[in-house]
């Protein structure tokens, strides 16, 4: 089975801190994605990256940052965190190849106060 | 037009109904589709990928219609369970995969 491990279930950060995100699989996966979820919105594609090092901006890339280090992490970034980033934050990761599905972390629900 | 647009519901239905959800999607050029299963405050999760002749996983059966661009979701016997939000997610872009806001189906006794 596909394990995508997020580093916190629930956090609570003030406005204008760093917040940081992890985010861990273990199915050697090229692609890793990080998506925002708001009520009536959807999933909202935030970064992503198809390989270690590579990074490319998805559709609100605004306010946010990723690292990826390493094949298995990819880490989202709050620089400045404000209150409009309270969400529920996704990451999923997938096969390069095109036909592949997108398989999920359980979200890291996150407020900023 | 919308990337990919799916009725929110909900779809209210009894126990042992047959429902069926359709999803509409705007490139002609997609190849890659699938259904996902998100239960309340919890993650996405694969139901089923949708293929080019149509597919079936028990009880759920899914198809594609590239000339109208939508793909499909039956539900025969519907249980409790099945209780849901389902996303209808299609590559619109190469390397992205682009969801739907869902439909919400509630079963009921």
């Known amino acids: 089975d596909v394990k995508v491990t997020q580093s916190s279930r629930y956090l609570v950060k003030r406005t204008g801190e760093k917040v940081f995100l992890e985010c861990v699989q273990d199915?050697?996966?090229?692609?890793m994605f990080w998506y925002r979820q708001d009520p009536g919105l959807g999933l909202r594609l935030i970064y992503f990256s198809y390989d270690v090092k590579m990074k490319e901006k998805g559709d609100i890339p605004e306010g946010y940052s990723v690292s990826r280090e390493k094949k298995e992490r990819f880490s989202l970034i709050l620089e400045s965190a404000s209150t409009n980033q309270t969400s529920m934050y996704l990451c999923?990761?997938?096969?390069?190849?095109?036909?592949?599905?997108?398989?999920f972390g359980d979200g890291t629900r996150l407020s900023i106060l | 037009r919308k990337e990919v647009e799916q009725d929110p519901g909900p779809f209210n239905v009894p126990e042992g109904a047959t429902v069926a959800f359709n999803c509409t999607y705007s490139?002609?050029?997609?190849?890659?589709f699938f259904w996902y299963r998100q239960d309340c405050r919890k993650e996405p999760k694969l139901l089923m990928s949708v293929y080019s002749s149509g597919n079936e996983d028990g009880r759920f059966t899914a198809q594609l219609n590239r000339a109208s661009q939508y793909i499909s979701l039956l539900i025969r016997d519907s249980k409790l369970s099945d209780s849901a939000t389902y996303l209808c997610v299609v590559n619109i872009g190469y390397s992205t995969l682009t969801f739907g806001k869902g439909t919400m189906l509630l079963v009921s006794p």
């Open positions: 199915m050697d996966h090229e692609n």
């Open positions: 490139n002609s050029a997609s190849q890659s």
């Open positions: 999923a990761s997938s096969f390069r190849w095109l036909n592949q599905p997108q398989h």
